[in-house]
């Protein structure tokens, strides 16, 4: 009868690195539950070039001794913090983009007060947008203005410009933006007019409580807080773990409140009627026809996205009159689509190398 050899294996030394782990976990446990030392986000250097209302238009300031032509504008959701694009120095969309040569400018449509709940699809695409490219022009000298629209910003990219007979728009990119609203899983469920009386909430509430966006978001999958807290105190002692797991988690715990009669115009325009793939959305009497986006299109997807699933997402190219396009999906959820290492390492090298040579 033989026995295998055993590596030698230092107990001692075991047991002293778990010591040492879980005095971090004390230390840093008590760091995140009380929230001290929260993790500054937005830091990228900007100057807010036009205000209205709430909303603010951010212009970057240049990182490379090289600028392309054509400026670009991130245009964003509207039921979440603008910063996920440029939450912390290395980790920042926003930051890539300028060292690469990019003139950014950013749409923050900043935190609806009690008064913006009459705002609707119209005032956005009909007027701040346009407002804000007339400012990115004045403050350029160009007219060509390229687009990058992340979940619902992109959505709001793409009525812009299906309402415009012309646009301004060079080139566009979506990110996790739904079109095809029968798609959109437990959402759609969740919504169906036979018990969600989208009238009754919005005449009662006015605009959307954040609270309640975020837990239609968190119900989708909900078991991930609980196994985000196991992975958490199993890796309390790793301080960039617990650095990248408070930005994410201080951002999808920001939610903001969605403008009431948007969220009833989307509830029963785009969930239940689907009127955008089918061509029947109607905004200040022009119905938004997507046949007028003819600049070049990637369209950017995630392949476990959970909020804007691939159902929702993938008919978007077909439904532009765009000749040049391009549709990528990539690894990784909805957030981790644009932020983190996943975004680093997958979509914000595609997104360059895309739009660069298109920027000129």
């Given at each position: 009868m033989t026995t295998e050899a055993r590596p030698n294996v230092d107990i001692g030394e075991i047991v002293r690195t778990e010591?040492?782990?879980?005095?971090?976990?004390?230390v840093r446990g008590i760091d995140v539950v009380l929230n001290r030392d929260e993790p500054a986000v937005g830091q990228t250097p900007k100057d807010i070039i036009y205000t209205r209302g709430t909303m603010q238009l951010y212009h970057y300031r240049p990182m490379a001794e090289e600028v392309y032509r054509v400026p670009v504008v991130l245009v964003m959701s509207l039921v979440s913090k603008a910063?996920?694009?440029?939450?912390?120095p290395g980790l920042s969309f926003v930051e890539?983009?300028?060292r690469n040569g990019f003139d950014v400018f950013m749409i923050d449509w900043g935190v609806p007060r009690p008064e913006d709940s009459k705002?609707?699809?119209?005032?956005?695409?009909?007027?701040?947008?346009p407002s804000c490219?007339?400012?990115?022009?004045?403050?350029?000298?160009?007219?060509?203005?390229?687009?990058?629209?992340?979940?619902?910003?992109?959505?709001?990219?793409?009525?812009?410009?299906?309402?415009?007979?012309r646009t301004p728009m060079a080139n566009l990119v979506t990110i996790a933006t739904p079109v095809n609203y029968e798609g959109m899983g437990l959402f759609r469920q969740w919504s169906d007019p036979r018990w969600f009386?989208?009238?009754?909430?919005?005449?009662?509430?006015?605009?959307?409580?954040?609270?309640m966006m975020y837990r239609s978001f968190e119900l989708l999958r909900p078991a991930d807080r609980l196994a985000a807290y196991v992975k958490l105190w199993d890796n309390l002692w790793n301080d960039d773990y617990v650095k990248h797991y408070r930005l994410f988690n201080k951002w999808t715990s920001e939610q903001i409140p969605f403008p009431g009669e948007c969220f009833r115009q989307t509830t029963k325009e785009l969930m239940w009627e689907n009127k955008l793939i089918k061509g029947e959305l109607e905004l200040g009497g022009q119905r938004v026809d997507l046949k007028r986006v003819t600049c070049p299109l990637l369209n950017a997807m995630a392949q476990h996205?959970?909020?804007?699933p691939y159902e929702s997402t993938h008919e978007l190219s077909s439904l532009v009159g765009s000749e040049d396009k391009e549709d990528v999906v990539m690894k990784g959820g909805h957030v981790s689509l644009v932020a983190g290492m996943n975004a680093v390492l997958r979509l914000w090298p595609k997104v360059n190398d895309w739009l660069s040579v298109r920027s000129i």
């Open positions: 010591v040492e782990r879980t005095i971090q976990r004390a910063y996920i694009l440029d939450l912390t890539y983009l300028l705002l609707k699809l119209e005032d956005y695409t009909l007027d701040l947008i490219i007339d400012k990115i022009q004045e403050e350029t000298g160009e007219q060509d203005v390229s687009f990058i629209g992340y979940c619902m910003g992109g959505l709001l990219a793409l009525i812009y410009a299906g309402v415009h007979e009386d989208v009238d009754r909430i919005v005449d009662a509430l006015g605009n959307i409580p954040p609270e996205d959970h909020i804007a």
